[in-house]
């Protein structure tokens, strides 16, 4: 059974950090593409970042210079690195780990509020 189990999610205050991470099991974590969307309500999912099998990243224009992810093959976990954290961050965020299937985690919930 495959298991994507996210945590590091919280309030914040504006142009604080947040570290998110991702950890899998299930699945051999070192040849998927794996990844952080997000929710905003009343907004559709989005891209936030993803980072392929061989360690090259994609990120969102909103987030570039901000925010990095990066993955531990060793310890089967993602991680997303938030720093100078906007109100437009707020959303629940998913983790996401895709190959020719395609598993998410439940989310969490990352508010960005004074």
């Known amino acids: 059974q495959v298991q994507l189990v996210e945590s590091g999610g919280g309030l914040v205050q504006p142009g604080g950090s947040l570290r998110l991470s991702c950890a899998a099991s299930?699945?051999?974590?070192?040849?998927?593409?794996v990844g952080w969307y997000r929710q905003a309500p009343g907004k559709q999912r989005e891209l936030v970042a993803v980072?392929?099998?061989?360690?090259?990243?994609n990120y969102a224009d909103s987030v570039k210079g901000r925010f990095t992810i990066s993955r531990d093959n060793a310890k089967n976990t993602v991680y997303l690195q938030m720093n100078v954290l906007k109100p437009e961050d707020t959303a629940v965020y998913y983790c996401n780990a895709r190959l020719r299937d395609d598993h998410w985690g439940q989310g969490t919930q990352v508010t960005v509020s004074s």
């Open positions: 299930g699945i051999i974590f070192v040849i998927y593409n």
């Open positions: 980072v392929d099998r061989g360690g090259s990243t």
